[in-house]
């Protein structure tokens, strides 16, 4: 099992611009979490997936969108990529909700 | 804002110390978990310690929760070179579903061979 797995592993973009960070997970977990990740600081929960077919918004939603496009997948969009989204981007699945979560390997963002 | 604060932020000592790290919660909670975190890597799970359970153990790691206090410390025993990494305590609010986790800014030890 290759767990949950994240593309790309490094990104830079310009002001302005939109991405799509990829995230997915072979353990049949039914939630999945994006978090970013700024330096010094813990993990911020930016949007989850409690199951297939539902998003709801974290603790930092603004500037970003979510698509669960099944179960296994689970994408993070910026739309205009500002500087202040400069961050390290892990995803992350729980089988069980507020149980164990699994972490990506993370993305690195640079935003000039 | 954050829910969990650890306690303290840097640590520094020689292979075969024990280390503790402290981890502070404002909010009532379902579990506390810790992770692990190598530079540059994702976090890795550590232990699970429920509300109604006061201590937990794996291996060489020993986890405390003081409910009344909101707060937990773990122990690394008979440290390793290894085990330097960023340790951070997560949170699981009793409310909003269980959904989320709410990190702390984490413990960096460093172990020193």
């Not at chain 2, 540059?40 to 310690?49: N, P, S």
Request: proline letters at 4%; aromatic letters at 8%; hydrophobic letters at 30%.
């Amino acid at each position: 099992n290759a767990g949950v797995t994240q593309t790309p592993k490094f990104q830079v973009l310009k002001t302005g611009q939109s991405m799509t960070l990829q995230c997915a997970q072979d353990m049949n977990h039914n939630s999945m979490y994006w978090y970013r990740q700024d330096p010094g600081m813990g993990l911020r929960l930016i949007y989850y997936s409690a199951s297939e077919g539902t998003t709801d918004k974290g603790e930092v939603p603004n500037g970003y969108n979510v698509s669960r496009l099944n179960k296994r997948e689970f994408s993070l969009r910026l739309e205009s990529a500002a500087p202040s989204q400069t961050s390290v981007y892990f995803c992350a699945s729980s089988g069980v909700r507020g149980e164990t979560q699994y972490f990506g390997p993370g993305t690195r963002l640079l935003v000039l | 804002s954050q829910q969990g604060e650890e306690d303290p932020q840097a640590l520094s000592i020689q292979e075969g110390e024990n280390a503790t790290m402290n981890c502070s919660y404002k909010t009532s909670i379902n579990n506390l978990q810790w992770y692990r975190q190598n530079s540059g890597r994702g976090l890795v799970h550590l232990i699970l310690i429920r509300s109604n359970e006061r201590e937990k153990h794996s291996g060489r790691l020993r986890v405390t929760l003081d409910t009344s206090k909101k707060s937990s410390s773990l122990l690394i025993t008979a440290s390793r070179a290894a085990d330097t990494a960023s340790y951070f305590c997560a949170t699981v609010p009793f409310s909003g579903g269980y959904n989320k986790l709410i990190f702390g800014a984490g413990t960096r030890l460093a172990v020193h061979p």
